[in-house]
């Protein structure tokens, strides 16, 4: 038995079958990119240094050296963008920064 899958033995797609496909107007541009936050850590005058310093690398996955020169650019410039990343996502570092006593706030990016 043969079936009929609508292509022609030489493989070709029929007639109409791609060419003729339009996506509803409701549906065009539907798709919106998620908005962006940036995490800022704040300089925080009572946390050591050391343990910004850890609590920066358990929550980021960030290297020392990289956990290290955002906590030095909060201590003298007075904040540092930790991360860039979706709101939802930037919500949730700002809840675990804040449980751990670190200042932390977010910012359209």
Not at 1 to 12: C, E, K, L, V
Not at 66 to 80: L, N, P, Q
Request: hydrophobic share 40%.
């Amino acid at each position: 038995m043969m079936f009929d899958w609508g292509f022609s033995r030489d493989g070709s797609v029929p007639r109409g079958a791609v060419d003729s496909f339009q996506r509803p107007p409701d549906m065009k541009n539907s798709f919106r990119q998620p908005r962006r936050c940036r995490v800022m850590l704040l300089n925080t005058a009572d946390a050591e240094l050391g343990f910004i310093i850890r609590t920066v690398m358990e929550l980021t996955r960030f290297a020392k050296a990289e956990a290290t020169h955002r906590m030095w650019e909060a201590v003298h410039f007075g904040r540092s963008i930790v991360i860039v990343t979706h709101f939802e996502r930037a919500e949730l570092y700002l809840e675990q920064f804040r449980e751990r006593g670190l200042q932390v706030e977010l910012e359209p990016a």
